[in-house]
């Protein structure tokens, strides 16, 4: 049994002050909004705030907006161009304060909506109801649709963020913070081939930035470009010192063609780099096991645990991998340490039940899964373990312990439904029971998931054979041989990555 945990990167940021280079876009709207509407006021109240913030003259704007409000204080188009004014001195607080003074005398006072909009999203604020109701007045307008898609990236919910991305498109080109927000977007959905345009497109923006560069690597690595995302890739790896991400993933390309060396090689490089990185670690862990080395595993994470010796998923890990040396009581001292460590973490109950098991203690195996299950009622997995252990057993039907067994399985699949080992375990006791309707409707839910399933193909087969189904059977021995034949081929990828998104550090590098 592999890792259940793997490495997730790919850190993609969006920053909130992007805007802040980009005011004359909203001035420029609002002076057109504000010439129409204000055909009312005074000439000599007006034109010369507007005229000192188009020469960036903000305290000039400012003393003139003052006189004008002692005049006209109920004026929300004076408001309005104070919040300018205060935006222009970089008061992020008084331009706001002054937008939505404007907004309170004139709620839609489109100018000042704008306005508004632009400093809650600098600032961090929800500015959504603000942005929904600008699009009420100007439904095609390109930034708020793009300022809306942005933030439906932060809730991450793709589905709207694409929305609006797509009626922003010209805007969006020239701004690298949207374009990596539609493509965190895309990565999520799968559409790996336009997400790669998405952060070529950010990182032609912005070529120095290593995070623009990292992020189109991952997306060319996820849609199977693996020599293209290693050319990507190349300056950050060739740097001096090299970046401990682009390392890390360099690493994983490297393991994905085959060359096991190389991402050693990498990996150690990029625990150079950044002997904190926990992932790094974790990654190399998962090397060691994945090729059946875990004594060199084991050396890491000691390494590791000398750097952080309070990280409780580094013993986790060492624990698994000293069990798998068969070392085990000083693998239950490190899973009864991360448990110390953090009694919530995840694995660990499973992880003891593992131990137990490769020491033939069956009895303390079953009470390790059944507490891990107790402790984490929600994790599927678990309950799938503590069902393999009770079929261990060879229980009859009929005994507590197949019912156990049983409704363990179940359970798992109900907490995840595309968890084909838990259908297979499940197909299984049903063809020792008898159950043949039950062990093919397992079987077949576990092939929808997974159509390269060996054990679900045979337990069909069976099953059907046992049912006088024998129309199918013919096609599925040849599935199987072929799946046999070509094992190499159709082995699934060990280690899959996931893009995210996270707000930047003080100084916007990547941790």
Not at 23 to 35: E, V
Not at 471 to 500: F, G
């Amino acid at each position: 049994m592999g890792l259940k945990e793997k490495r997730a990167i790919g850190r993609v940021r969006i920053g909130p002050n992007w805007l802040s280079s980009q005011a004359g876009i909203l001035l420029a709207l609002s002076f057109f909004c504000i010439g129409h509407a204000g055909a009312q006021m005074a000439p000599d109240a007006v034109g010369p705030i507007i005229q000192a913030l188009r020469n960036h003259d903000f305290a000039t704007a400012l003393t003139l907006s003052h006189s004008a409000l002692e005049a006209n204080p109920a004026d929300f188009r004076i408001w309005t161009l104070r919040g300018m004014a205060k935006a222009g001195e970089h008061d992020s607080t008084g331009s706001l304060s002054a937008y939505q003074h404007a907004l309170r005398l004139e709620p839609n006072y489109l100018p000042a909506l704008e306005g508004a909009a632009h400093m809650e999203f600098q600032m961090g604020k929800d500015a959504r109801p603000i942005l929904t109701k600008i699009l009420e007045q100007r439904p095609d307008d390109q930034v708020s649709h793009m300022l809306l898609g942005i933030l439906d990236a932060r809730k991450n919910d793709c589905s709207g963020a694409l929305k609006h991305f797509s009626q922003s498109t010209p805007v969006m080109a020239h701004q690298p913070e949207a374009l990596t927000g539609n493509g965190i977007c895309l990565a999520h959905l799968n559409r790996y081939k336009e997400a790669v345009t998405a952060f070529a497109a950010a990182l032609e923006l912005d070529p120095g930035s290593a995070l623009a560069r990292y992020n189109l690597a991952l997306a060319q690595f996820n849609a199977h470009d693996p020599n293209g995302a290693l050319d990507t890739l190349e300056p950050l790896v060739s740097a001096s010192p090299g970046h401990p991400d682009a390392l890390a993933l360099a690493a994983q390309i490297e393991e994905s063609k085959g060359d096991t060396a190389q991402a050693v090689k990498l990996l150690r490089s990029a625990l150079l780099a950044d002997p904190n990185d926990l992932s790094a670690y974790l990654q190399f862990a998962m090397l060691s096991f994945d090729h059946a080395s875990p004594q060199v595993g084991v050396d890491i994470l000691s390494a590791g645990i000398s750097q952080m010796p309070n990280e409780p998923r580094l013993y986790l890990v060492r624990g698994i991998l000293l069990a798998q040396l068969g070392e085990f009581t000083r693998a239950a001292d490190d899973l009864n340490t991360a448990s110390r460590i953090d009694p919530q973490l995840e694995f660990v109950g499973v992880a003891q039940g593992l131990v137990q098991s490769q020491k033939h203690d069956p009895k303390e195996a079953l009470a390790k899964f059944r507490a891990a299950v107790r402790a984490h009622p929600n994790e599927a997995y678990g309950h799938f373990l503590l069902a393999e252990a009770l079929s261990e057993e060879g229980k009859p039907a009929g005994d507590p312990d197949y019912k156990e067994e049983i409704d363990e399985a179940t359970r798992a699949v109900q907490l995840n439904p595309h968890l084909v080992e838990a259908r297979d375990l499940l197909a299984t006791a049903y063809l020792e029971s008898g159950r043949m309707k039950l062990a093919i409707k397992e079987s077949r839910a576990a092939l929808a998931d997974n159509p390269k399933d060996e054990q679900a193909i045979y337990h069909l087969i069976l099953a059907l054979r046992r049912t006088g189904q024998n129309q199918e059977i013919s096609p599925l021995l040849k599935q199987m041989v072929a799946l046999q034949t070509n094992s190499a081929v159709n082995r699934s990828p060990a280690k899959k990555y996931r893009l995210y998104v996270q707000q930047p550090s003080a100084d916007g590098a990547l941790p």
